[in-house]
Nanobody
Framework: QVQLVESGGGLVQPGGSLRLSCTAS????????MGWYRQAPGKQRELVAS???????NYVDSVKGRFSISRDNAKIAVYLQMNSLKPDDTAVYYC??????????WGQGTQVTVSS
């Protein structure tokens, strides 16, 4: 049974930092590329960062230099360190396989709000 559990979101001021965590069971985690995605109000869900099973990473241009994705296969966990947060980063953040199937199961996500 697939379980994706995201945590670590919250309210932070512009320029602040948050570290998101996700545990992903039932998906063969250690051999999967994983991604962090976000969906802002009124917008489509978008990929923010991805990491291969070997640890290679990629980022959307808007977060390069500010966000860092990492993984711990032993803990079936993927993390997103977010620094220098901006109001435009406000969204619900999700983790999932990369790339996800059209009918992929999604967890509940974790809300990140950047506001003064």
């Amino acid at each position: 049974q697939v379980q994706l559990v995201e945590s670590g979101g919250g309210l932070v001021q512009p320029g602040g930092s948050l570290r998101l965590s996700c545990t992903a069971s039932g998906i063969g985690f250690s051999i999967r590329a994983m991604g962090w995605y976000r969906q802002a109000p009124g917008k489509q869900r978008e990929l923010v960062a991805s990491i291969t099973s070997g640890g290679s990473t990629n980022y959307v241009d808007s977060v390069k230099g500010r966000f860092s994705i990492s993984r711990d296969n032993a803990k079936i966990a993927v993390y997103l360190q977010m620094n220098s947060l901006k109001p435009d980063d406000t969204a619900v953040y999700y983790c999932n396989k990369f790339p996800p199937r059209r009918d992929e199961y999604w967890g509940q996500g974790t809300q990140v709000t950047v506001s003064s």
